[in-house]
């Protein structure tokens, strides 16, 4: 599997992106795909995960009621709605895929990831 991501951007506080991760190769092994995100000097985390069949969704705590994943199992596509951006948000945003069933935040569940897109919110 291919993944690669795009959409990032910048905006102002309280506005919106639209984050795009898009899949090729031996999609069908997936069972799994996630969004972390890593600020300048520190380390990567966790945004939002959502199970490749069924479309379960989990976000993290600091992204809930903001951000929706989302996916297009034709399309082999997933998405990051991003409303209500704040400053804290800016970060380089990275999709991953996995096969495995460890916990959604984990990083080692994840077998492929794409490159970074840069999603700036100015304050």
């Known amino acids: 599997v291919q993944l690669q991501a795009f959409g990032g951007g910048l905006v102002q506080a309280g506005g919106s992106l639209r984050l795009s991760c898009a899949a090729s190769?031996?999609?069908?092994?997936?069972?799994?795909m996630g969004w972390f995100r890593q600020a300048p000097g520190k380390e990567r985390v966790p945004v939002a995960a959502i199970t490749w069949s069924s479309g379960t969704q989990y976000y993290a705590d600091s992204v809930k009621g903001r951000f929706t994943i989302s996916r297009d199992n034709a399309k082999n596509t997933m998405s990051l709605q991003m409303n209500d951006l704040k400053p804290e948000d800016t970060a380089v945003y990275y999709c991953?895929?996995?096969?495995?069933?460890?916990?959604?935040?984990?990083?080692?569940?994840?077998?492929?990831w794409g490159q970074g897109t840069l999603v700036t919110v100015s304050s």
């Open positions: 190769g031996r999609t069908f092994s997936m069972y799994r």
């Open positions: 991953a895929a996995g096969s495995s069933r460890y916990r959604w935040q984990q990083e080692f569940g994840y077998d492929v």
